[in-house]
């Protein structure tokens, strides 16, 4: 609205000349220039006027209204759309208060008006007619006197005449409509082929630049019959049973003039691969085994509905393995198969990992089957090691001894005689030893056969039966040396290391001799020549660097000596625990699913026995199982979906308790402090969808609005720290808003006097740039106060006013003081000569007439006019008498009579 009255502001100055140089860019008018109809003011009170001659052949948004004043007051301008012939309905309306007369009026109802094509211009002026008219020959003016204002959406059936020769002063200014677009589009969604129908896909939003377009925005689909459009809100559901593949739905947005935007969504339908529902697994399997065997069944699973699933070997660990997968014979059943011959060994390949791959033709998943070998059993020996005697005297040929031995998987058993290439006897394959040639002339007194018992797999060695020989001097015989023991250095003193098993056959008395490497043994270590007990006599030291011990000793019958005895004692250190490098240890990341694995720890450990190895585990500080760590490599991930949002459920710090434990079972500890951080996985929201508020138009810049508050679940400070911004479009340039949410005007916004509703879109970022945003509808309201300090301007005037009164107030002091003690305050000569005039008070708003009939409307009279005086000196007249009248007997002028 343009109102310039005596208390005008240099911005409203400025703001009314830049009126005259608005630029349109597109649109139409319609109606006629104002200053040219402006001839006739009629007599017509309380009247409704359509002009059918004046038609829009555009449609946009209505931007301006100028029309030639000729009276103060109320009037509605107004939009009529021609439904139907010579109907008409009201389909806006927009009322304005006229400030000022005889000029042309421009007023800016706001852009939330439609101008369709064909609407009429119409005006409703609620007392004394407005908008005058020049005689023409234009003959299509419809005028209603006398009657109510329509409301929007009444309508108005012609049934009187035409109003003929008569052309309006007023004119529409259309600017053209902007095309409506979408706001979330293109986009892709990803959606299952399993979905029902009816599941929800994505909403799709629109705006129009336009406010006036927005409650009149339709949309509507084209493209893939697979999906739905429900267009009053915007959601895309599932329409059909879906196919795998990507589809298109085209998606296109029009305005009520027609103007359009087309967007497209992509769905990609994406199978349900298939599923092997019982792997992965493990079966045992006998290393025996010969024929093609079905080792396992698979259980398979498509819920795509008719997909076909097919299976197939895909690797094995080691590569090559004997397995194939192919149907269960007589079913429609895939299973995991062994070949026939596979050649199992138990002993160089004890186990084997299957991959099976399984497919649909769409997607293929792989598991695997762990297959484990049984070991095949040895045999077993049930009468050795034994002792036997017979005579020097005994035939060739003789049994001498029969082994007994089973097999638990029934194999063939074969026998041999180990370290017997010079020995009399021989073992047949059934077990039974004979005696193969003559000892009648032996000098040997016993013999000791090593007897090798096997089966395809395995082999049972060094099965003793010592055979003594009655008839000769029996040699001494020590039976279970030479050998090897371990003793550990904490063995303590007195402890047997070792029982000699020594026998004479004859019952001789027996001595021994004895021999130590190196010769500290023979500190070491003793013998009960009367037990064979092999005993410490000091305590062994790892450390001081011998670590084995040879004791020997030959035994003697006084007749023959046996073979040197040997008993080699190696000393076995005590195991130590390994070692941390560091007390603490330190690793973060941030929160993530399941599996989600650390950076490597860095764990330094040293064991002190050589060649000992460790594993990793978790002794204490995980009491909910949500960590696990790879016992080789010290890394740290999560068993379960780690969420630090909720920091009272899961925290984000863990300190846990890692040892390193030794083969042996020796452990060892550190602490590893595990920091958890927030991830920027939540966007920043507003409470609600819009926000609606009222302003009065006439408040200062800088004024506070609202507080437009988002919120971020994200815990911590990282994240959840939020950013506020003014998007560049709509009406931004009215509002800031600060880092505390806080809406505030940033410009005046006393153009929209006559009320408007402002649009501005708030973003708010987080600090990981996540971003949401949200509409604010300012509504401007007529003021409720015209207080003269509410404009600043104002106040800056009267700042100045009042200094200049404060400088005419000390003339006033030095005049007085001039006029007391000289009598006179410029000259002796009189101020002014004669007062001749009369003032009349019309009525009580203080108009007043000169006595030469000419009309005043401000309160004030000049002096000049009241009494003659035309020598320049000029003073205006109060609006009270009894002040006047004061200052009119003090200056010698004839008071003012009020008429």
Not at 148 to 161: A, E, K
Not at 385 to 401: E, N
Not at 602 to 614: E, K, M, Q, R
Not at 782 to 797: H, K, M, R, Y
Request: charged share 15%; aromatic share 12%; proline share 5%.
């Amino acid at each position: 609205m343009i109102y310039i009255d005596k208390n005008i502001t240099l911005f409203q100055l400025l703001f009314c000349i830049s009126c005259f140089f608005v630029y349109i860019e597109g649109g139409c008018n319609f109606g006629q220039t104002p200053s040219t109809k402006k001839d006739v003011i009629e007599n017509c009170t309380s009247c409704q006027y359509i002009i059918p001659a004046y038609i829009s052949t555009c449609c946009g948004s209505l931007q301006r209204v100028e029309f030639w004043s000729s009276n103060y007051g109320s009037i509605d301008f107004q939009v009529w759309d021609k439904t139907a012939t010579n109907v008409y309905q009201l389909s806006h309306s927009y009322n304005y208060y006229v400030p000022e007369v005889d000029t042309t009026v421009t007023v800016y109802p706001g852009d939330d008006i439609l101008i369709k094509t064909n609407d009429v211009i119409g005006w409703y002026a609620n007392g004394d007619a407005i908008i005058p008219y020049s005689v023409t020959t234009e003959d299509k003016n419809i005028q209603l006197p006398g009657v109510p204002s329509f409301s929007v959406g009444s309508t108005y059936t012609l049934n009187t005449p035409y109003l003929t020769d008569r052309n309006y002063g007023i004119r529409f200014i259309v600017q053209d409509s902007k095309d409506p677009y979408f706001t979330n589009l293109p986009q892709t969604v990803t959606v299952l082929d399993t979905a029902a129908l009816g599941t929800h896909l994505y909403t799709v939003s629109y705006t129009d630049n336009n406010a006036g377009d927005l409650p009149y925005l339709t949309i509507q689909k084209t493209g893939s019959s697979d999906f739905l459009l429900d267009t009053a809100t915007g959601a895309v559901t599932v329409g059909s049973a879906l196919t795998f593949g990507t589809h298109v739905v085209n998606v296109k947005v029009t305005d009520a003039c027609g103007r359009s935007g087309q967007q497209k969504l992509s769905v990609n339908v994406v199978n349900m691969p298939p599923e092997i529902l019982n792997l992965p697994s493990a079966v045992d399997v006998v290393e025996s085994i010969e024929h093609e065997t079905l080792l396992y069944n698979l259980t398979l699973r498509d819920q795509s509905g008719n997909d076909t699933i097919t299976c197939s070997l895909s690797s094995t660990l080691p590569t090559g393995a004997p397995f194939l997968v192919k149907y269960i014979s007589g079913t429609s059943n895939f299973g995991v198969f062994s070949l026939a011959s596979p050649n199992f060994d138990y002993d160089n390949i004890s186990s084997f990992e299957v991959v099976i791959d399984c497919t649909d033709s769409k997607d293929t998943v792989s598991e695997s089957l762990f297959v484990y070998l049984i070991k095949n059993a040895e045999p077993v020996v049930h009468n050795l090691p034994g002792v036997i005697t017979i005579p020097s005297s005994t035939a060739v040929g003789t049994i001498v001894y029969a082994v007994n031995s089973t097999d638990a998987e029934g194999d063939q058993l074969g026998y041999n005689l180990n370290y017997c290439t010079a020995c009399p006897f021989t073992i047949s394959q059934s077990g039974h030893i004979f005696l193969k040639t003559s000892i009648k002339d032996a000098s040997k007194f016993s013999y000791n056969l090593y007897i090798a018992v096997s089966d395809k797999y395995g082999t049972v060695t060094d099965k003793l039966l010592t055979i003594l020989v009655t008839g000769v001097n029996s040699v001494p015989v020590v039976s279970n040396l030479d050998q090897t023991v371990n003793v550990p250095e904490t063995a303590a003193v007195g402890t047997v290391i070792f029982t000699a098993f020594v026998s004479d056959a004859d019952g001789d008395a027996l001595s021994y001799q004895y021999e130590y490497d190196p010769v500290e043994t023979m500190w070491k270590m003793s013998m009960d020549e009367s037990t064979g007990r092999i005993s410490l006599i000091e305590s062994l030291d790892f450390e001081t660097g011998v670590t084995s011990y040879k004791f020997s000793f030959t035994v003697n019958d006084g007749k023959a000596s046996a073979p040197k005895a040997t008993l080699t004692v190696n000393v076995q250190p005590r195991n130590e625990p390994p070692e941390f490098a560091h007390h603490v240890y330190h690793i973060s990341r941030e929160e993530g699913p399941s599996g989600s694995t650390f950076a490597n720890p860095g764990f330094v450990v040293n064991d002190p026995d050589a060649g000992d190895t460790w594993i990793y585990k978790i002794v204490s500080g995980d009491n909910f199982g949500r960590f696990d760590i790879d016992g080789n490599s010290g890394i740290l991930q999560f068993m379960t979906d780690y969420v630090v949002d909720k920091p009272d459920l899961m925290p984000p710090s863990v300190t846990l308790v890692i040892a390193a434990v030794d083969s042996n079972g020796a452990s060892g500890t550190t602490t590893l402090s595990v920091t958890i951080s927030d991830a920027n996985d939540k966007t920043p929201y507003f409470p609600n969808n819009q926000y609606y508020v009222t302003i009065t138009y006439d408040v200062a810049v800088l004024t506070s609005v609202a507080y437009i508050t988002a919120l971020d679940d994200d815990y911590g400070p990282t994240y959840n720290q939020i950013s506020y911004s003014i998007q560049p479009t709509l009406n931004y340039q009215y509002f800031d808003i600060d880092g505390n949410s806080l809406l505030t005007t940033s410009k005046s916004l006393r153009e929209f006097e006559n009320s408007t509703k402002l649009y501005t879109l708030i973003s708010a970022v987080d600090n990981g740039n996540r971003m949401s945003s949200v509409t604010v509808t300012v509504h401007v309201v007529q003021g409720t106060s015209n207080s003269f300090f509410d404009d600043p301007d104002t106040v800056a005037w009267f700042a100045a006013l009042m200094s200049m009164l404060a400088i005419l107030l000390g003339a006033t002091v030095v005049g007085l003081y001039r006029y007391c003690k000289y009598g006179y305050v410029f000259s002796k000569r009189g101020c002014c000569k004669s007062c001749k005039g009369k003032r009349i008070h019309s009525d009580k708003g203080g108009n007043y007439q000169h006595s030469n009939g000419i009309n005043r409307k401000d309160s004030r009279v000049s002096i000049v006019e009241w009494s003659d005086d035309t020598d320049g000196s000029n003073m205006y007249m109060p609006s009270k008498f009894d002040s006047w009248n004061q200052r009119a007997n003090a200056r010698g002028l004839p008071p003012a009579v009020e008429y």
